[in-house]
């Protein structure tokens, strides 16, 4: 599975990912392309084992990820205080991979139905339903379940994640 994490500005958001998503599944590769070097380098340090700067870097990055994990801004152009091109904004909408986008209000857009949640909050769920999708890719072992309460969930980096 080819994951990709995009981030802009500072690269807080992709840094929370990328750890997250080691922690989950520390044997899965990451990539990180960010906006800019800032926020290129925080995701870096979070772990990404790869990662690129700029338009052209989404843009090939993205079309050949499985999973694309980002701010949900990074789908609108000119956001993230203008970082987001819109050839940026059309690469990574356009490309074939299942989109895990979080939603962010600095952005000037609001998700009618989505319930308000802190970053860490978004960030966790988001790395859950990514590593659901990646373990899901080939079929589930025994051991990919837990009982919790009476309810079958999957294990995933020790959160359990309802799937009866």
């Known amino acids: 599975m080819n994951i990709l994490v995009i981030d802009a500005q ?9 750890e997250g998503l080691k922690r989950a599944l520390p044997e899965q590769a990451v990539t990180a392309v960010g ?3 800032l926020a290129t380098s925080a995701m870096l340090k979070a772990g990404a084992d790869q990662a690129a700067t700029g338009e052209n870097a989404i843009r090939v990055c ?24 819109a050839d940026m904004a059309v690469a990574i909408g ?16 609001s998700v009618v139905g989505v319930q308000k949640m802190t970053m860490a909050e978004a960030v966790e769920r988001a790395v859950a339903e990514a590593a659901a999708k990646i373990i899901l890719v080939n079929a589930p072992k025994q051991t990919d379940y ?7 969930c999957m294990n995933v980096g020790g959160l359990g994640i309802d799937v009866d």
């Open 94 to 109: 356009r490309s074939p991979a299942h989109k895990i986008l979080l939603p962010v209000a600095r952005c000037q857009t």
């Open 62 to 85: 993205a079309a050949t990820a499985d999973i694309i994990l980002a701010p949900i801004g990074m789908v609108l152009a000119d956001a993230m205080l203008g970082e987001v091109t």
């Open 35 to 37: 906006t800019n070097a």
């Open 146 to 152: 837990l009982e919790v309460g009476g309810v079958r």
């Open 10 to 18: 500072g690269g807080g958001m992709g840094r929370m990912l990328v």
